[in-house]
């Protein structure tokens, strides 16, 4: 994978990745600066662009946050570098401030930002389009269909920014960073791009009088993705049927019209520059046209804009999309629901099988009334589950039993990262309220300050290591300074385990692999001014005591709940020690323990042998943890070594 990055084999054709095309575009772009903070589904961009970063002399950062990241960008476009930022739907809000700002005054250096959905929400909390976010702020923005395309997109849209003097936005979506493809590699510069001297009198400063600039280059992008070489069409020369389709959607449609025999009479327009829309190129397709079906993931973007266009130039025309429920208001387009959608738009009838292919794959559309659902399910669904021996298990646990003593119930605020899914059974129904990025401690600040008017409850949030330094220390500072009434656990797993571990500043070590000085937690609270504690949540008596003599105490307090992730730690070379259940001991679904350790417990190694009708470890998930030993009311559990050492 490391070869095709960076090999000097202009011409040569190579099977990429998405994500992996985008770092060769990079490469070949010349960028002197990356940063970016971790997302998927573009997590892996940075990470490879910090292994080549040596090698091709340009510098990457995993920066604290997005804002960060941004803003760092920017900065380096004043001295005419190229700068690329990485970030996912909801980093590119994070970083909506600087975005919207930087967008006024524009840049010098190329910058462009790589901004990748989530259609469907796979690995985040939800499915925000940013092709809106574009929009907002003024800012062109293209979209790959292929792997070819991804890679020989960041050398255009470098291009471009330095010619419009704008950032640009490459909004890719999931299954284009992780799809592969054939990539015919380009020319790798001799020398990255070069910088120039900041005069004294050069400007980059933000300023509302600076709008009608942001607008104008604006404009100068819709005159150049009129000719944009990634928009395409094939079909008849005057379509009566016009389907438009954006990544994903396109390759599906391509496939679809063929399959159907229907080339010659529709017509089919791919869009690449999403913001603003070439209306020249799609009015020439679209004039001719009775009925136009918009193929596009998340929300009815293209669907709305188009529809608008039409209304402009007073076309009647038969819209179907999203607005219409020919494809799913949510989630990711399939191929197989893209050809139940094309049957319908173009009047063929449809099969039980389309049928039976759309219910599973459209989500929310409108189906024939005659369509059944079919209920049989190929596998059985499994709920999501912390891993095997995963130390938030255990801090859950032991938060839920502590709350529990107190004579009214608490309220825990939760955070974004591995254990939002505390939110779930697996983690006891922890959470009342989970929303974005850092901002549990600032929910829970707010609660804390109504226990001086009568509120009589214990609030708690919580948030990981890289969520701290993402952005809970400001929110941290505030509920000091205002000395809120609240627990605040940092769940310390030294990683940032949701992503792909990338490195923070907690763990002393940079994306490009050098060694640093950690930031310290612990010192960063205490400098805070708060009360600081910290413990192993593996240690159950110790942190029981804990939690119940701080969520005594008033005031703010912080205890760090310090255990490495179990899959960082046995995935590498600490050896699993042996459990096993004594089951003569284990009284099984009698009175005194009801299956606890398989039903309520709930890690993936404590299974049910219905045989003998008691409890047995699953010695493949098994980490050896030992912390289900410690909870055993009959001591059926046994740990090799004894459960102390666990
Ligand atoms: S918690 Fe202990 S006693 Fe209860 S089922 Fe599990 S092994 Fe048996
Ligand atoms: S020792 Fe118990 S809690 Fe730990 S991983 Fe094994 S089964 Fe799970």
Same mark, same amino acid.
């Given at each position: 994978?490391?070869?095709?990055?960076?090999?000097?084999?202009?011409?040569?054709?190579?099977?990429?990745?998405?994500?992996?095309?985008?770092?060769?575009?990079?490469?070949?772009?010349?960028?002197?600066?990356?940063?970016?903070?971790?997302?998927?589904?573009?997590?892996?961009?940075?990470?490879?662009?910090?292994?080549?970063?040596?090698?091709?002399?340009?510098?990457?950062?995993?920066?604290?946050?997005?804002?960060?990241?941004?803003?760092?960008?920017?900065?380096?476009?004043?001295?005419?570098?190229?700068?690329?930022?990485?970030?996912?739907?909801?980093?590119?809000?994070?970083?909506?401030?600087?975005?919207?700002?930087?967008?006024?005054?524009?840049?010098?250096?190329?910058?462009?930002?790589?901004?990748?959905?989530?259609?469907?929400?796979?690995?985040?909390?939800?499915?925000?389009?940013?092709?809106?976010?574009?929009?907002?702020?003024?800012?062109?923005?293209?979209?790959?269909?292929?792997?070819?395309?991804?890679?020989?997109?960041?050398?255009?849209?470098?291009?471009?920014?330095?010619?419009?003097?704008?950032?640009?936005?490459?909004?890719?979506?999931?299954?284009?960073?992780?799809?592969?493809?054939?990539?015919?590699?380009?020319?790798?510069?001799?020398?990255?791009?070069?910088?120039?001297?900041?005069?004294?009198?050069?400007?980059?400063?933000?300023?509302?009088?600076?709008?009608?600039?942001?607008?104008?280059?604006?404009?100068?992008?819709?005159?150049?993705?009129?000719?944009?070489?990634?928009?395409?069409?094939?079909?008849?020369?005057?379509? /009566?049927?016009?389907?438009? @389709?954006?990544?994903?959607?396109?390759?599906?449609?391509?496939?679809?019209? $063929?399959? #159907?025999? %229907? !080339?010659?009479?529709?017509?089919?327009?791919?869009?690449?520059?999403?913001?603003?829309?070439?209306?020249?190129?799609?009015?020439?397709?679209?004039?001719?046209?009775?009925?136009?079906?918009?193929?596009?993931?998340?929300?009815?973007?293209?669907?709305?804009?188009?529809?608008?266009?039409?209304?402009?130039?007073?076309?009647?025309?038969?819209?179907?999309?999203?607005?219409?429920?020919?494809?799913?208001?949510?989630?990711?387009?399939?191929?197989?629901?893209?050809?139940?959608?094309?049957?319908?738009?173009?009047?063929?009838?449809?099969?039980?099988?389309?049928?039976?292919?759309?219910?599973?794959?459209?989500?929310?559309?409108?189906?024939?009334?005659?369509?059944?659902?079919?209920?049989?399910?190929?596998?059985?669904?499994? /709920?999501?589950?912390?891993? @095997?021996?995963?130390?938030?298990?255990?801090?859950?646990?032991?938060?839920? $039993?502590? #709350?529990? %003593? !107190?004579?009214?119930?608490?309220?825990?605020?939760?955070?974004?990262?591995?254990?939002?899914?505390?939110?779930?059974?697996?983690?006891?129904?922890?959470?009342?309220?989970?929303?974005?990025?850092?901002?549990?401690?600032?929910?829970?600040?707010?609660?804390?300050?109504?226990?001086?008017?009568?509120?009589?409850?214990?609030?708690?949030?919580?948030?990981?290591?890289?969520?701290?330094?993402?952005?809970?220390?400001?929110?941290?500072?505030?509920?000091?300074?205002?000395?809120?009434?609240?627990?605040?656990?940092?769940?310390?797993?030294?990683?940032?385990?949701?992503?792909?571990?990338?490195?923070?500043?907690?763990?002393?070590?940079?994306?490009?692999?050098?060694?640093?000085?950690?930031?310290?937690?612990?010192?960063?609270? /205490?400098?805070?001014?708060?009360?600081?504690?910290?413990?192993?949540?593996?240690?159950?008596?110790?942190?029981?005591?804990?939690?119940?003599?701080?969520?005594?105490?008033?005031?703010?307090?912080?205890?760090?709940?310090?255990?490495?992730?179990?899959?960082?730690?046995?995935?590498?070379?600490?050896?699993?020690?042996?459990?096993?259940?004594?089951?003569?001991?284990?009284?099984?679904?009698?009175?005194?323990?009801?299956?606890?350790?398989?039903?309520?417990?709930?890690?993936?190694?404590?299974?049910?042998?219905?045989?003998?009708?008691?409890?047995?470890?699953?010695?493949?998930?098994?980490?050896?943890?030992?912390?289900?030993?410690?909870?055993?009311?009959?001591?059926?559990?046994?740990?090799?070594?004894?459960?102390?050492?666990?």
């Amino acid at each position: 994978m490391k070869w095709t990055l960076t090999a000097d084999a202009a011409g040569r054709t190579c099977l990429m990745q998405g994500n992996e095309a985008l770092v060769r575009g990079a490469v070949e772009s010349g960028i002197n600066y990356a940063a970016s903070y971790p997302g998927s589904p573009s997590s892996q961009v940075l990470g490879m662009l910090g292994e080549i970063a040596d090698e091709r002399q340009f510098y990457a950062q995993w920066s604290v946050n997005e804002t960060c990241a941004l803003e760092s960008c920017i900065g380096t476009s004043l001295t005419g570098a190229r700068s690329l930022c990485i970030v996912k739907q909801n980093g590119l809000l994070t970083c909506a401030d600087p975005l919207h700002c930087g967008a006024l005054h524009g840049v010098k250096g190329g910058l462009v930002i790589i901004s990748s959905d989530d259609p469907n929400a796979h690995s985040s909390t939800n499915e925000l389009d940013s092709r809106f976010m574009a929009m907002s702020a003024d800012i062109p923005m293209i979209e790959p269909i292929t792997m070819q395309d991804a890679k020989d997109m960041v050398p255009y849209a470098y291009g471009l920014s330095e010619k419009l003097g704008q950032m640009v936005i490459i909004r890719v979506t999931t299954r284009v960073c992780h799809g592969r493809g054939n990539v015919v590699l380009g020319e790798l510069p001799e020398k990255n791009h070069g910088f120039t001297e900041v005069s004294e009198w050069e400007r980059m400063c933000a300023a509302s009088f600076l709008h009608q600039a942001a607008i104008d280059r604006l404009n100068n992008a819709k005159a150049e993705f009129e000719n944009c070489p990634f928009n395409k069409y094939q079909g008849p020369e005057e379509p /009566e049927m016009l389907i438009v @389709a954006s990544g994903t959607g396109h390759l599906y449609a391509k496939e679809t019209v $063929k399959r #159907l025999g %229907l !080339e010659e009479k529709v017509g089919l327009l791919s869009l690449a520059s999403l913001w603003p829309l070439p209306e020249d190129f799609i009015m020439k397709r679209m004039k001719s046209a009775k009925k136009v079906l918009v193929l596009e993931e998340i929300d009815p973007f293209m669907e709305r804009n188009i529809q608008s266009l039409a209304g402009k130039f007073g076309l009647s025309i038969e819209f179907h999309g999203k607005l219409t429920g020919s494809i799913p208001s949510v989630g990711e387009l399939t191929p197989d629901g893209v050809i139940y959608s094309i049957k319908e738009f173009a009047g063929i009838p449809l099969s039980d099988t389309d049928i039976g292919f759309a219910e599973a794959s459209l989500v929310g559309a409108k189906l024939p009334a005659h369509a059944k659902k079919d209920e049989k399910e190929p596998l059985l669904r499994r /709920e999501l589950a912390f891993c @095997a021996g995963c130390p938030h298990r255990a801090t859950f646990y032991l938060l839920k $039993k502590a #709350l529990r %003593l !107190e004579k009214t119930p608490g309220i825990v605020i939760g955070d974004i990262g591995c254990y939002t899914l505390a939110c779930q059974q697996t983690g006891f129904y922890a959470y009342q309220q989970t929303t974005c990025m850092g901002s549990g401690i600032s929910a829970a600040q707010g609660i804390g300050q109504l226990t001086a008017y009568g509120m009589d409850q214990k609030v708690v949030s919580m948030a990981g290591d890289s969520t701290f330094f993402h952005s809970v220390i400001p929110g941290l500072l505030n509920a000091s300074y205002h000395n809120s009434n609240m627990l605040m656990l940092v769940l310390d797993n030294s990683a940032t385990a949701m992503t792909g571990f990338q490195p923070h500043p907690g763990l002393g070590i940079t994306a490009t692999g050098k060694q640093v000085a950690p930031m310290d937690i612990t010192k960063i609270c /205490e400098a805070l001014g708060c009360t600081v504690e910290t413990t192993d949540p593996f240690d159950v008596e110790a942190t029981a005591e804990k939690l119940h003599r701080l969520l005594q105490l008033p005031g703010l307090k912080v205890l760090i709940m310090r255990q490495p992730c179990a899959t960082m730690t046995y995935k590498g070379n600490k050896e699993k020690r042996r459990v096993w259940v004594d089951q003569s001991k284990c009284l099984g679904d009698g009175c005194g323990c009801d299956k606890f350790c398989s039903r309520v417990w709930g890690c993936p190694g404590n299974s049910w042998d219905f045989k003998n009708n008691k409890a047995v470890i699953d010695t493949v998930s098994c980490v050896g943890c030992g912390v289900c030993a410690k909870l055993c009311p009959a001591g059926a559990i046994q740990v090799e070594g004894g459960e102390q050492d666990a």
